[in-house]
């Protein structure tokens, strides 16, 4: 059974208590190549290696995952952590008209992602959105995000044949203003690789403009070259973000963390296809599981920092559901963490149960709290068991005195169990505990 397997679980992992060298080391080879596999640039993963490296060793090993596991969480969180914790917005809190400048090289998305944002700032934020193309480079580039504007109900600015990129973003900023819009967005040239005439370009629109943001629009299936065009781009002009375009297509996202290392400037916005409604707000810890292609042992540590045994708890989690979970329950448990040495079902996730079982192993207190409490439940009357609530202060005094307590000890172990119950309460919001024993194995 489920239970007798964790048992043997349990009993390998026994006196294990922090991440060694050796353990920690292992793990890294296999997330060194996960990170390789998923794109990130390779200085990008030898820094990070390095930094998780040294915050994995000594550290805790939650019972009943291998260290293994447990290194994959703390590699994911420190992916997540590095990937941008909250998710940035635009900032455009400024005297309109806000400035909006998109950069990048030539087909990372430039002009669809304007037009994605221009209608997400109209439609979310009832903006009034101007939109101007500089793309001289490429034939018809202006036309096509005047098409696109059409497409999604945003002014564009006339085209004027002949204008070189400067002329036309003081022209756009004086249309903008004079119009009364709240944004511009200036899409310009994309590069085929990084070219100085370009950059040069782009930083006289930069000075021209002054834009609020300058947002680097990068595929996501930039590979190794992720670093150098981030390099390049955030040297010549002041970046505030990066949006990571096709991240509806294969890539693992690894760019994301070598955009993320290079420029220190958040990924606002996450490119999801070419229709113009598919522009998502950036969510790190999806980019972290996708990168680490290991969602699956990142939830089970979560989980099983929660849970021992799925059998036992989903059953008081039925009762608990039913509003039943009483102290008839409570004395179970207390009596199987006896027996278990302190594994009790729901030991290791219930708050008050915790506590008790840091206590002991602490060595603040033994065995004797556990029939104490036993006592405490013993001196109670089977309706009270069953409704715990009946329990006020003249109760409690009784109960107190057939156990040879006190009204605080009474008081505790009420505590513990509205606690449990609670806890309970949460864990069947979040969905419950079935299906823990596929992740288990
Ligand atoms: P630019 O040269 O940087 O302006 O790139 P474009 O905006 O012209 O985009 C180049 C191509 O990529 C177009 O065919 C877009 O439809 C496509 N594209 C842009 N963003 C996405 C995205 O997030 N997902 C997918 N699947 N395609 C995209
Ligand atoms: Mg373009």
């Given at each position: 059974s489920l239970s007798e397997r964790l048992g043997g679980v349990f009993e390998r992992l026994r006196g294990r208590g922090a991440l060694g060298e050796a353990d920690v080391r292992a793990a890294m080879r296999e997330v060194r190549i996960a990170l390789l596999e998923a794109d990130v640039a390779l200085p990008v993963v030898r820094d990070f290696i390095e930094k998780v490296t040294e915050q994995a060793v000594g550290h805790q090993v939650v019972k009943s995952v291998t260290p293994g596991q447990q290194v994959v969480k703390i590699v994911n969180d420190a992916l997540v952590e590095m990937l941008g914790s909250e998710t940035a917005e635009l900032e455009?809190?400024?005297?309109?008209?806000a400035i909006i400048m998109m950069v990048g090289l030539q087909g990372s998305g430039k002009t669809t992602t304007s037009a994605k944002i221009a209608k997400r700032l109209t439609e979310k934020d009832r903006k009034k959105v101007l939109m101007a193309s500089l793309d001289v480079n490429r034939p018809a580039a202006q036309e096509q995000l005047a098409t696109l504007g059409t497409q999604v109900n945003v002014a564009t600015l006339p085209i004027v044949a002949g204008q070189q990129p400067v002329d036309i973003a003081r022209r756009a900023l004086q249309a903008a203003k004079l119009q009364g819009f709240d944004v511009l967005v200036l899409d310009t040239a994309g590069r085929l690789h990084v070219d100085q005439a370009l950059m040069d370009e782009m930083k006289a629109v930069a000075d021209v403009a002054q834009p609020q943001e300058i947002l680097l629009v990068v595929d996501?299936?930039?590979?190794?070259d992720a670093v150098n065009v981030a390099k390049n781009f955030s040297e010549q002009v002041p970046l505030t973000g990066v949006v990571l375009t096709r991240m509806d297509g294969d890539a693992r996202g690894g760019a994301a963390l070598s955009m993320r290392a290079v420029t220190g400037k958040p990924i606002k916005f996450a490119g999801m296809g070419?229709?113009?409604?598919?522009?998502e707000q950036f969510h790190p810890s999806r980019v972290a599981g996708r990168i680490l292609g290991m969602g699956d042992v990142v939830s089970l540590v979560e989980r099983a920092t929660e849970t021992i045994n799925a059998d036992e708890a989903e059953k008081l989690a039925q009762k608990m559901a039913k509003g039943q979970f009483d102290m008839n329950d409570l004395r179970a448990q207390l009596d199987q963490m006896k027996r278990m040495g302190g594994m009790g079902a729901l030991a290791s996730m219930m708050p008050g149960i915790k506590k008790v079982q840091n206590a002991m192993a602490n060595g603040q207190v033994d065995d004797r709290i556990l029939v104490r409490m036993d006592a405490m439940i013993g001196s109670m009357t089977p309706k009270e068991r069953s409704k715990?609530?009946?329990?006020?202060a003249k109760r409690k005094i009784r109960v107190a005195k057939g156990s040879g307590t006190t009204v605080q000890d009474v008081n505790r172990l009420l505590k513990m169990h509205q606690e449990m119950s609670s806890a309970m309460k949460k864990i069947r919001k979040m969905g419950?505990?079935?299906?823990l024993g596929a992740l288990f194995g």
């Open positions: 455009l809190d400024v005297s309109p008209p996501s299936l930039t590979g190794q070419e229709k113009l409604d598919a522009l715990p609530e009946l329990l006020n419950g505990l079935k299906g």
